[in-house]
């Protein structure tokens, strides 16, 4: 006895026009509930660069770098937004710690990556 009935989940997300705001509405949900998520404020961040709300995204790196100094991607990406927003000085500072929680956590890919990123600035 099948029912064409929507799952309740899907009814108390807000609708719109792109998968963006439906994403940050249930992570700004999960953080509001657990604000030490860290893996949920990556994903808010990175939702927030999607949308091109390079302020917000940046805010939240930032805030998972001071909560979590070993969330090594948090370093990559955030250096990323800043170069985009060509904040050279800041992104080169950014890499640099990044590089040092890479070493700490013994990530030897994203380790590659920043450095690589950091050569390109020189």
Do not use: W
Not at 2 to 7: E, F, I, K, L, V
Not at 64 to 76: C, H, L
């Amino acid at each position: 006895m099948g029912s064409n009935r929507r799952p309740e989940f899907a009814l108390s997300r807000p609708a719109t026009n792109n998968g963006h705001m439906d994403k940050i509405a249930a992570l700004t949900e999960i953080l509001s509930q657990n604000p030490a998520d860290a893996f949920a404020r990556y994903g808010l961040a990175m939702a927030y660069a999607a949308e091109g709300r390079e302020r917000e995204a940046l805010a939240e790196f930032d805030t998972i770098i001071e909560r979590t100094p070993d969330y090594v991607a948090a370093y990559q990406m955030s250096a990323q937004q800043l170069l985009k927003a060509g904040r050279t000085d800041d992104a080169r500072v950014r890499l640099e710690l990044g590089l040092a929680a890479a070493a700490r956590t013994r990530n030897t890919h994203a380790a590659s990556e920043m450095q690589g990123m950091l050569d390109e600035l020189v």
